[in-house]
Antibody
Framework: QVQLQQSGPGLVKPSQTLSLTCAIS??????????WNWIRQSPSRGLEWLGR?????????DYAVSVKSRITINPDTSKNQFSLQLNSVTPEDTAVYYC???????????????WGKGTTVIVSS | DIQMTQSPSSLSASVGDRVTITCQAS??????LNWYQQKPGKAPKLLIY???ILEAGVPSRFSGSGSGTGFIFTITSLQPEDFATYYC?????????FGQGTRLDIK
């Protein structure tokens, strides 16, 4: 059974960096059958996909244009986890942040079948 | 970006009712569409993938159909545990985007 365990602070000051980690059990961050994603949810933006990391003979990253200049998602194979860093945060980055596995169940077909429990991050001084 | 528009945004219904939610994509997404259920304080839960395939363990009263730009999600015979918010999500291209959600509550 695949599980994702999120960790990280719930309060970040404006202009600082938001850092979250998602530890994977039951699967591998290096899996060729999944991508590892960060998604956030706020009343104003709804569910917003932020980006992903995945391994297909080498590591790839994709990011949403809205955060592309501020975001880094990194895999950590030694700990079987992946992380989110979002720089220069503002109160608009206040949201519940989720990590999720997007499973490649068939060629070109994916679904997000495993999610972390979510971390509420408030950006405030 | 592909816009996903759900209708209605909210819906009141009674136990035993049949409810239908629609999801319209701003361009052709073939069948690259998933449906999720979210309850307060919880992460979304996958219900249907590839527009119409029921995820393992999900009751058969849930169903989905459609392709291209128009999709339908149906719950037949609503149960008390079905009152939640439902989201469609496409993965035809990046960025992945979600509908704004349909909140289903008890009449």
């Amino acid at each position: 059974q695949v599980q994702l365990q999120q960790s990280g602070p719930g309060l970040v000051k404006p202009s600082q960096t938001l850092s979250l980690t998602c530890a994977i059990s039951g699967d591998s961050v290096s899996s060729n059958s999944a991508t590892w994603n960060w998604i956030r949810q706020s009343p104003s933006r709804g569910l917003e996909w932020l980006g992903r990391t995945y391994y297909r003979s080498k590591w790839y990253n994709d990011y949403a244009v809205s955060v592309k200049s501020r975001i880094t998602i990194n895999p950590d194979t030694s700990k079987n986890q992946f992380s989110l860093q979002l720089n220069s945060v503002t109160p608009e980055d206040t949201a519940v942040y989720y990590c999720a596995r997007d499973y490649n169940w068939n060629v070109g077909n994916y679904y997000m079948d495993v999610w972390g429990k979510g971390t509420t991050v408030i950006v405030s001084s | 970006d592909i816009q996903m528009t759900q209708s209605p945004s909210s819906l009141s219904a009674s136990v035993g009712d049949r409810v239908t939610i629609t999801c319209q994509a701003s361009q052709d997404i073939k069948k690259f569409l998933n449906w999720y259920q979210q309850k307060p304080g919880k992460a979304p839960k996958l219900l249907i993938y590839d527009a119409s395939i029921l995820e393992a363990g999900v009751p058969s009263r849930f169903s989905g159909s459609g392709s291209g730009t128009g999709f339908i999600f149906t719950i037949t015979s609503l149960q008390p545990e079905d009152f939640a918010t439902y989201y469609c999500q496409h993965y035809n291209e990046l960025p992945i985007t979600f509908g704004q959600g349909t909140r289903l509550d008890i009449k």
